[in-house]
């Protein structure tokens, strides 16, 4: 496998990635205002999510810098053509920040609600706008042979882009509902199950769609297989919570994104931006890589450092894998009040 | 305005914007977790408390650093799609490196200290603290490699085929003298930054405590002096080195950057010895520099360039000659240089700017500096200073280093111009690597789009400082919370005990609940 390729797959496992962590903080902030009918509902929520959603976005940040470092001609024809949808998406993720990090600088309930509120609507936007940004970049961009867009402000948002945040939102509110499932008790978690247990075959319906797209215009008996894998654990998954399963069922959601990622990424190889305009206009991994040198300087580095940022992740979420309940916990005044 | 224009305003708010949080977060970083190991090593309660309170204003603003770098990233590809085309071949790989390196390291592992309180052993938790604080500092020697790369490209040769930059030598990149000079220079000015807030805020509470007839004996006395002292000398000491790698930075600068280091003196014709401009008049802001006068000191120039007290400076006029000779007079006349395509290049930077920017990154750095001693003076041995002038002074001038980080940036990056990429003088001309900033903008964007985002930036940005001031000042006004005759707070709206307000829980419970 030459190197353009194995970056180009680093790239994907890192938006598949991101897509797969972000994805439950997207879909449990999301969910606040539908699954948290009380208060305390509301912060066992951000509490479940609390010590996650900041080491999650660096997945965006890394995958965002892998397409810089690895492929500049994909950054550099993708981010202006959207550049309006990017800078919506961007104010979705500052607002996000701040209200998870002030929200509890202050102790009033119209603070609280207020800083709540804006943490759904920050991650709402944000995950829409990823969605509609990976929608577009392999179903098609209106780009002529230079990599300038062909039309307004807005030419880059068309059916592509809608489907891609349709699906990206529809995998993170399942995702996040399941998760929730999994990790906590009390009345969130059986309002949280009942909330995957209703949307959980249609949420998937608009992803398959996506990958299916893909798959149609361009891809492999492989990438076919992927897509069949992706929607039998759609199969699988909602299954599995019918019969209270969160563990498998949420192993199972996990597998319908890696399926769909794969079979996206998959069948789109080697193009990174397809043209609307003129197939011949399409940016190619060749088109838009930097060179062998840099790619193999990359290559040591994140040969390295990726199984260590791995493991510490994962250990992150070892030590913070406790059932959450929003009751006090009885004779335990030394347990650290996270909310 | 045309769309290159919107865009240097956007890039010049956000990163300035951005730059207020990131040397509190590595200074106030590197002093909590100082804290936090003393509370380890000593348990002594101030400790505690201290890394408590500091520990808080370090989260507020850290996340407000973390959102606004978000747009950092994007932006090289928004706006400046050319550019990031061009040094493709260096630049987005040490970014990804950051993320990949530091980012990860920062936001987890500041994640696990959040919440980890009591959850994981005691000194697992403590390196969960220095592993985010080294994430910080790691991430800084990333963007300031970037960064000194576009000041002085070494690493590359020109690639033929396409005129852009090849990378060769990687270590080169990232060992460039000029990256290890500002990388130092940053931090140690990060560390002045958390000192001053130190200082300010701990004597303000000093001052209020012996007014009010408090006791100085009890452990929030001893919060407060620990934090001027610690404060104070952290200031000085950090001074000193901000003095000593500024001197270093301006001596390759010169070599590297010789119109940079001229327009900040405003010296026009070359001089043997050059004296240094001590405050200038005359018609600075016309950017004609033979119609700047200045009052001087003799020698000083040459010292501070090439530290002897004889030789040359080049001055501005003839520099710019010289760079007109090898770069040309006129911008090519090809339509990716836009508006400024067969324009005449000016490549003496905005004089008043560099002048002007160098100055007040001096003399705040020098206020601060005065103000520690000031602080470390009236605090010797046990003494409480209740001088109003003196206290307030020193928590306004808390101000002083962000202006003086603010407007060395703003010096460094403006006096680039007209470059982005500036050409390195130790590679023969004709092999150079150098990029306008004219060519650098994204061609396929429009001027509504850019204007679009400049206000929305703005508006949020400015939005956010509000409630970020207001949550510091609220914040710091109560003080650390006591348990000595405070009133039992009430519970929180989800009947948690409320971390912030004073009650008559033992310090272990107080540190606990301070993790949200």
Excluded at chain 1, 25 to 54: C, K, N, Y
Excluded at chain 2, 22 to 34: F, R
Excluded at chain 2, 339 to 354: M, N
């Amino acid at each position: 496998m030459d190197l353009q390729t194995l970056w180009f797959a680093a790239v994907a496992v890192l938006w598949t990635g991101f897509l797969l962590l972000e994805g439950f903080d997207f879909g449990v902030a999301a969910l606040l205002p539908v699954l948290g009918r009380r208060t305390a509902d509301r912060h066992l929520m951000l509490r479940s999510i609390g010590p996650l959603w900041d080491g999650n976005e660096v997945w965006l940040i890394t995958a965002a810098g892998a397409v810089f470092a690895a492929f500049p001609g994909w950054y550099a024809t993708w981010l202006p053509v959207l550049y309006l949808p990017f800078v919506l998406v961007l104010f979705g993720l500052i607002i996000r920040a701040v209200a998870f990090e002030w929200r509890h600088s202050h102790h009033t309930e119209r603070w609280d609600s207020a800083w709540t509120q804006v943490i759904t609507t920050g991650s709402l936007i944000a995950a829409a706008g990823i969605g509609a940004a990976l929608g577009a970049t392999t179903l098609g961009l209106p780009i002529d042979a230079d990599g300038n867009r062909v039309g307004g402000p807005f030419a880059g948002l068309g059916w592509p882009a809608l489907l891609g945040a349709v699906a990206v939102l529809g995998f993170s509110l399942v995702h996040g509902a399941v998760f929730l499932a999994l990790k906590t008790d009390g009345p969130v978690r059986l309002a949280a199950r009942a909330f995957a247990r209703r949307w959980s075959p249609v949420a998937a319906l608009p992803l398959l769609g996506w990958a299916g797209l893909v798959q149609l215009r361009s891809g492999t008996l492989a990438t076919g297989v992927l897509w069949l894998v992706a929607a039998l654990a759609v199969v699988v998954a909602s299954a599995r919570i019918r019969v209270d399963r969160e563990g498998q069922a949420f192993t199972a959601w996990a597998v319908v994104l890696l399926g769909a990622a794969a079979t996206v990424f998959g069948a789109g190889y080697p193009v990174v931006v397809p043209s609307t305009i003129d197939p011949a206009f399409d940016v190619t991994i060749a088109d838009a890589s930097v060179s062998d040198y840099t790619l193999t300087v990359m290559t040591w580095a994140a040969g390295i450092g990726l199984p260590v940022v791995l493991g510490y992740q994962a250990w992150t979420y070892w030590v913070f894998r406790k059932r959450l309940s929003a009751e006090p916990e009885p004779h335990a005044p030394a347990e650290p009040v996270a909310s | 305005m045309d769309v290159l224009d919107i865009a240097r305003w956007q890039f010049g708010i956000t990163t300035v914007y951005h730059f207020l949080m990131v040397p509190l977060t590595l200074g106030l970083g590197v002093l909590v977790a100082v804290m936090h190991t003393m509370w380890v090593r000593t348990d002594k309660p101030e400790w505690l408390r201290m890394t408590r309170f500091w520990g808080r204003i370090y989260l507020i603003n850290f996340v407000l650093g973390v959102a606004t770098g978000l747009v950092q990233e994007f932006q090289f590809g928004l706006a400046w799609s050319e550019y990031s085309r061009f040094v493709c071949d260096v630049f987005g790989s040490l970014l990804a490196l950051e993320a990949l390196l530091a980012f990860f390291l920062e936001s987890t592992f500041l994640g696990l200290w959040i919440f980890g309180w009591g959850r994981i052993p005691k000194k697992v938790h403590l390196a969960s603290l220095w592993a985010a604080v080294l994430g910080s500092v790691v991430s800084a020697y990333f963007i300031i490699a970037a960064n000194s790369w576009m000041q002085h490209p070494v690493g590359v040769v020109t690639d033929d085929a396409t005129g852009r930059p090849l990378q060769v030598d990687f270590l080169a990149v990232l060992t460039n003298n000029t990256a290890l000079a500002a990388f130092s220079h940053a931090i140690v000015a990060a560390l002045m930054v958390a000192g001053a807030l130190l200082v300010g805020i701990g004597l303000w509470h000093l001052r209020k405590r012996e007014l009010a007839g408090a006791a100085t004996t009890d452990v929030d006395h001893a919060v407060w002096r620990r934090s001027v002292r610690l404060g104070g000398v952290v200031s000085l000491a950090a001074f000193v080195l901000v003095a000593l790698t500024g001197d270093l930075q301006g001596k390759l600068m010169y070599e590297q950057q010789p119109l940079k280091m001229s327009s900040a003196e405003a010296l026009c014709e070359t001089e043997a010895p050059a004296p240094f401009s001590l405050f200038a008049f005359g018609k600075l802001g016309s950017n004609e520099c033979d119609d700047v006068h200045s009052w001087t000191i003799p020698y000083l120039l040459s010292y501070l360039a090439h530290g002897d007290f004889s030789t040359a400076v080049p001055g501005v006029d003839e520099l710019q000659q010289e760079y007109a000779a090898v770069y040309g007079a006129t911008y090519p006349d090809d339509p990716s240089f836009g508006d400024k395509a067969g324009e005449p290049i000016d490549y003496t930077p905005v004089l008043a700017v560099t002048y002007w920017g160098f100055r007040l990154m001096i003399g705040m750095g020098l206020t601060s500096a005065a103000v520690a001693a000031y602080a470390l003076w009236s605090t010797r041995t046990v003494r409480v200073p209740t001088s109003r002038v003196g206290v307030h002074g020193s928590l306004l001038a808390v101000a002083a280093p962000f202006v003086a980080n603010a407007a060395g940036w703003v010096f460094t990056e403006m006096g680039r111009q007209p470059f982005v990429v500036y050409p390195n003088p130790d590679v023969a001309v004709g092999e150079q690597v150098y990029f306008f900033t004219a060519q650098a903008v994204s061609p396929g964007i429009t001027a509504a789009e850019v204007w679009t985002s400049l206000i929305a930036l703005t508006a949020v940005y400015g939005a956010l400082a509000v409630v970020e001031l207001w949550l510091i000042v609220r914040f710091v006004r109560r003080g650390v919370p006591t348990r000595d005759g405070a009133p039992t707070p009430g519970p929180t709206p989800d009947g948690t005990p409320d971390a912030d307000l004073p009650g008559g829980r033992d310090a272990t419970d107080d540190v606990l609940s301070f993790a949200y």
